[in-house]
Nanobody
Framework: QVQLMESGGGLVQAGASLRLSCVVS????????VGWFRQAPGKEREGVAC????????YYEDSVKGRFTISRDNAKNTVYLQMNSLKPDDTAVYYC??????????????????????WGQGTQVTVSS
C-alpha cells in the first residue's frame, strides 16, 4: 500500500514562496507519475501539477504556470512543489498522490483521472493579501 506524507505548508503573505514536500513510501516514486492537488474550502479538489515517471515531463494547471515548479528526487522518493509569487487564491489544503503504474500521463487532467486511491493528510497553505 502506498503512503504519502506532505509537508511544508504555512501561512504567508501574497508574493511569498513555499516549497512543499511529498514523501512516497510503499512504492518507488520513480515508477509512478505523481501529482499535486489542492482543495479550497467549499470547492472540489483540483489538479495543480504532475510529473511523469518516464522522463520527468511536467504539467501544470493554467493558473499556476510560471509560478509553481514540480520536481522529484528519486533517491529520496520525494516529490516537491516549489510555489512562488503566491496569491490568496492559492489558499487550500495541498495533497500529493501517485498515479497508477504504467499509466502515461499527458496533462494534469489525465494525472488526476488516474490517481491511486491513496491520499496523505495534506498540508495547509494559507496566503494572506
Amino acid at each position: 500500500q502506498v503512503q504519502l506524507m506532505e509537508s511544508g505548508g504555512g501561512l504567508v503573505q501574497a508574493g511569498a514562496s513555499l516549497r512543499l514536500s511529498c514523501v512516497v513510501s510503499g512504492r518507488t516514486s520513480s515508477r509512478s507519475a505523481v501529482g499535486w492537488f489542492r482543495q479550497a474550502p467549499g470547492k472540489e479538489r483540483e489538479g495543480v501539477a504532475c510529473i511523469s515517471s518516464s522522463d520527468g515531463t511536467t504539467y501544470y494547471e493554467d493558473s499556476v504556470k510560471g509560478r509553481f515548479t514540480i520536481s522529484r528526487d528519486n533517491a529520496k522518493n520525494t516529490v516537491y512543489l516549489q510555489m512562488n509569487s503566491l496569491k490568496p487564491d492559492d489558499t487550500a489544503v495541498y495533497y500529493c498522490a501517485t498515479v497508477r503504474p504504467s499509466v502515461i500521463v499527458r496533462d494534469v487532467t489525465s494525472c488526476e483521472d488516474e490517481v491511486d486511491d491513496f491520499w496523505g493528510q495534506g498540508t495547509q497553505v494559507t496566503v494572506s493579501s
